[in-house]
Every structure is written in structure tokens, then in C-alpha cells.
């Protein structure tokens, strides 16, 4: 079964607007990753966020992480085309355990 | 994708034949992964492994078998196809496992008729 869900499965938005996506979880997490994949392609690291930490910052990324409500949210500001891809969270078990989960992806579209 | 370099690219095979994937990295990292990414259930895991020789099995390692005589080697067979596994299959390494980021290949795209 997947470990994390996110919401939403799909998200259009126009150019220059913020997107948000949120990921839940199921069990406590040594940390919480998100990844990018472009249609055809591998994934990509974006960015990750310990257990320890409630906000994580790259670029035009943000990262939020509530582990009380094993949630965590991924915000891009001031979308592009090039964004358009597909998102992904992916979830590490506590320390020790090596099985990175990932869950079911939201699909984002930027439209020029 | 930059250093791990997945072949074939695309195959595609008869039922109850076996069929071997190649996963190569160049990063020397100790970490290598094999998924499955499928509609509606995103990515999943086969197996893994830990170093030379040593592999641990994912959640969906019911007909896949995997090993690993050197560090930039990772192998995924499967020992008589089934329809059900047709998919688009990714390895990844990394240096710390699941405590650091992973890097992806390109994608294996198996169609098993």
C-alpha cells in the first residue's frame, strides 16, 4: 500500500500563479521528500524535509511539514511552463529502515 | 539522470519468458533501487539494495529477482514474465539510502504480451 497521497491527482493553473500540493502519510517518517517528473522521464529531487524541521525552502519551492497531521505541502510561486510535470512525495521510514515510499503523484499543468 | 543509465530502454517480451533489466551507475553510490510506476499507483518498490550482495525486498517482490556483483551493477529479472507486469520500470541509487535524495534513470518500458 502507498505510504503517502497526494492531493490534488491533477491541478491546471495560469502562468505566474502559485500551485499548491499536499501530501499525506501514514506512519512517522525519518523525512519527507518531493520530486519532479517530467512526462517520459525519471524523477527528480527537489527538495527534502527532516522530521525535525516544519518549513523548507529552494528557489521558487516552498516545503511545509506537520507531523502531527503527517501532512506535508509543497508550494511553487510564480509557476512557469517548464513546471508542468508531475509531483511526487516520497516518504523515509524511521532511521535504519531504507525503503523510500513514494505515493501516487499530483499531475501539474501550467497554461501559458 | 545524469550517471545511472538503465537498458533496454524499451522491450518488449512474451508471456513466460524471462527478461533481464540492467541498471548502471557511475556515482559509485552504495544504494540501488528498483520501481515500478504504474497508472494510479505511482511508484512502487521491487527491491533494493544495500551494498554488494546484499538486496531487501520491496512491496511488490512476488516474481522479480535481483542481484548485485559490483557496486555500479544493479540487475532486475524476471524469471517468466507475466501480462500483469507490464510497466515502466526505474532504477535509482543514492549514497545514504532513504536519509538523502535519490537519483533516477530513464525508465525501462516492458510490454509483456
Known amino acids: 500500500s502507498q505510504q503517502g497521497e497526494e492531493d490534488p491527482q491533477a491541478l491546471s493553473i495560469q502562468e505566474g500563479e502559485n500551485a499548491t500540493m499536499n501530501c499525506s502519510y501514514k506512519t512517522s517518517i525519518n523525512n519527507l521528500q518531493w520530486y519532479r517528473q517530467n512526462s517520459g522521464r525519471g524523477l527528480v529531487h527537489l527538495i527534502l524535509?527532516?522530521?525535525?524541521?516544519r518549513e523548507k525552502h529552494s528557489g521558487r519551492l516552498r516545503v511545509t511539514l506537520d507531523t502531527s497531521k503527517k501532512s506535508s505541502s509543497l508550494l511553487i510561486t510564480a509557476s512557469r511552463a517548464a513546471d508542468t510535470a508531475s509531483y511526487f512525495c516520497?516518504?523515509?521510514?524511521?532511521?535504519?529502515?531504507?525503503?523510500?515510499?513514494f505515493g501516487t503523484g499530483t499531475r501539474l499543468t501550467i497554461i501559458p | 539522470d545524469a550517471g545511472i543509465t538503465q537498458s533496454p530502454r524499451h522491450k518488449v517480451t512474451e508471456t513466460g519468458t524471462p527478461v533481464t533489466l540492467r541498471c548502471h551507475q557511475t556515482e559509485n553510490h552504495r544504494y540501488m533501487y528498483w520501481y515500478r510506476q504504474d497508472p494510479g499507483h505511482g511508484l512502487r518498490l521491487i527491491h533494493y539494495?544495500?551494498?554488494?550482495?546484499?538486496?531487501d525486498k520491496g512491496e511488490v517482490s512476488d516474481g522479480y529477482s535481483v542481484s548485485r556483483s559490483k557496486t555500479e551493477d544493479f540487475l532486475l529479472t524476471l524469471e517468466s514474465a507475466t501480462s500483469s507486469q507490464t510497466s515502466v520500470y526505474f532504477c535509482?541509487?543514492?549514497?545514504?539510502?532513504?536519509?538523502?535524495?535519490?537519483?533516477f534513470g530513464s525508465g525501462t518500458q516492458l510490454s509483456v504480451l
Open positions: 516520497a516518504t523515509a521510514p524511521n532511521f535504519g529502515n531504507e525503503k523510500l515510499t
Open positions: 524535509i527532516r522530521s525535525n524541521e
Open positions: 535509482a541509487s543514492g549514497d545514504r539510502g532513504s536519509d538523502e535524495k535519490l537519483f
Open positions: 539494495s544495500y551494498g554488494v550482495k546484499d538486496t
